[in-house]
């Protein structure tokens, strides 16, 4: 019976062997090196070898044949089935299709939420600049000591010009360290805002109002020494970035709160999965655009000191933005 069960095996193995090695060569070659790997006919023969290694794993299961086998063909056919199913990209091509289709087109799907982002900013910005120079005590309400770095109310006009004219401590690893802290501090801010979409959005809502009043509060301790436009001009070249990248945190939290309170004709979780993914994919691009505004803080701030040269550096990222979010984000 041992002998007979021995010979059934050889023979079946024997039989299909061939195929099963072209088969286990064409998944190497694709593993290593993509399916751009194979020529037109092993494309074709791919899914042919595929399928007959399937139906080999089906027999052998069904004779009971040797454990190896069944064990080999089982390993091969999940190989095959992701070279034959999946697609399988080089991760700089995932990369560039993120951000040249998909992030795009997800914030530009997502415009109304974004601008409702930007108009609580804006709105705490105007609230705070307002209330500041009615009355400058207010100022320690919006802005915490660390963001003040020893500036307020009682800042003498020379003070607050050597900050924005600054060269940083002249070090380059000095404004890198710079530049990481302020990409892992804003990027914390981001996930935040993301992360309260669960709670209704009610606190993302909150949070850009209060983000927005500390700028404001900060613009008017400047403009009250007669020195708003050189603020505004050493905020903005990184701010435009930054707060873009804060608005579209927000937005992704709007969007999750919108799917979560009123959920349509949709099971709640099954639309808050959907959702939750898409907002997660356009968190991810508000933290790449959190590092290049910390790189522009972090470097170019710091180092070019005329206000021309930054007004000019905002006003051409604000355009590049909206550029970039229409014309690659519109269906």
């Excluded at 939420?113 to 005590?137: E, F, K, M």
């Excluded at 380059?172 to 709670?199: D, P, Q, R, V």
Aim: proline share 3%; net charge positive; with cysteine.
């Amino acid at each position: 019976m041992s002998a007979s069960f021995t010979l059934k095996s050889y023979a079946f193995r024997k039989e299909r062997e061939a195929s099963w090695a072209e088969l286990e060569a064409l998944v190497a070659r694709v593993e290593r090196r993509g399916i751009g790997a194979l020529n037109a006919d092993e494309l074709h023969r791919l899914p042919a070898l595929y399928r007959a290694a399937i139906s080999s794993l089906s027999a052998a299961r069904a004779i009971s044949l040797d454990k190896n086998v069944v064990s080999y063909l089982e390993s091969l056919a999940a190989r095959a089935y992701i070279c034959v199913y999946s697609t399988k990209r080089p991760f700089s091509r995932a990369v560039r299709d993120f951000f040249w289709i998909r992030f795009p087109a997800l914030v530009f799907g997502m415009r109304r939420a974004l601008a409702l982002a930007w108009a609580l900013l804006v709105l705490g910005t105007i609230t705070g600049y307002t209330l500041t120079l009615r009355d400058p005590d207010r100022f320690y309400s919006f802005v915490d000591e660390g963001m003040a770095a020893g500036r307020g109310p009682s800042s003498s006009h020379d003070e607050l010009l050597r900050v924005l004219h600054s060269e940083g401590g002249g070090a380059a690893s000095a404004l890198t360290g710079f530049a990481t802290f302020l990409f892992t501090h804003n990027a914390k801010i981001g996930m935040l805002s993301f992360a309260l979409g669960f709670l209704a959005g009610v606190p993302t809502m909150l949070l850009l109002f209060i983000n927005g009043l500390g700028l404001g509060a900060m613009a008017a301790i400047y403009a009250q020494k007669g020195i708003g436009f050189e603020f505004w001009a050493w905020v903005l070249p990184h701010g435009v970035t930054e707060l873009l990248a804060v608005a579209l945190s927000g937005a992704a939290g709007f969007t999750v709160a919108q799917r979560l309170v009123f959920p349509g004709r949709h099971a709640r979780l099954a639309g808050l999965a959907v959702e939750g993914r898409e907002a997660a994919a356009v968190v991810i691009g508000a933290v790449a655009l959190f590092f290049i505004a910390a790189l522009i803080e972090g470097f170019f701030r710091q180092l070019v000191h005329g206000e021309l040269p930054r007004v000019a550096v905002a006003v051409l990222t604000s355009i590049g933005w909206v550029v970039y979010f229409i014309r690659r984000g519109r269906p």
